[in-house]
């Protein structure tokens, strides 16, 4: 099975932006497709983005315009670039994957079967 392990998460004012990785391992990445979910604090899991194997990319309407998500599958990594972020974007970040011939839907946190330790996003008003 794949292990997830993201990094790139941290501090950031108003108005900054990160990008985030997440580093796929045991099997190839170009095997799944992949999506990035958040947890606020004291709120449920919520879907951010995802990317199919073939590169159709889905966005949750709170970030359509400001995240882009993307992958290099010779690196076994999948990206999230967060631009223009704002204080209600402070949550864990959680990268997922599930294997690449999967036609349910992609936006929900049950889709899934790996599930990354996550990384925290800070975002300061």
């Known amino acids: 099975q794949v292990q997830l392990v993201e990094s790139g998460g941290g501090l950031v004012q108003a108005g900054g932006s990160l990008r985030l990785s997440c580093a796929a391992s045991?099997?190839?990445?170009?095997?799944?497709?992949m999506g990035w979910f958040r947890q606020p604090p004291g709120k449920e899991r919520e879907f951010v983005a995802a990317?199919?194997?073939?590169?159709?990319?889905y966005y949750a309407d709170s970030v359509k315009g400001r995240f882009t998500i993307s992958r290099d599958n010779a690196k076994n990594t999948v990206y999230l670039q967060m631009l223009s972020l704002k204080p209600e974007d402070t949550a864990v970040y959680y990268c997922?994957?599930?294997?690449?011939?999967?036609?349910?839907?992609?936006?929900?946190?049950?889709?899934?079967?790996?599930w990354g330790q996550g990384t925290q996003v800070t975002v300061s008003s």
């Open positions: 997922a994957a599930r294997p690449r011939y999967s036609f349910t839907g992609i936006t929900s946190v049950g889709d899934y079967a790996y």
């Open positions: 990317i199919r194997d073939v590169g159709n990319t």
């Open positions: 045991g099997r190839p990445l170009s095997n799944y497709q």
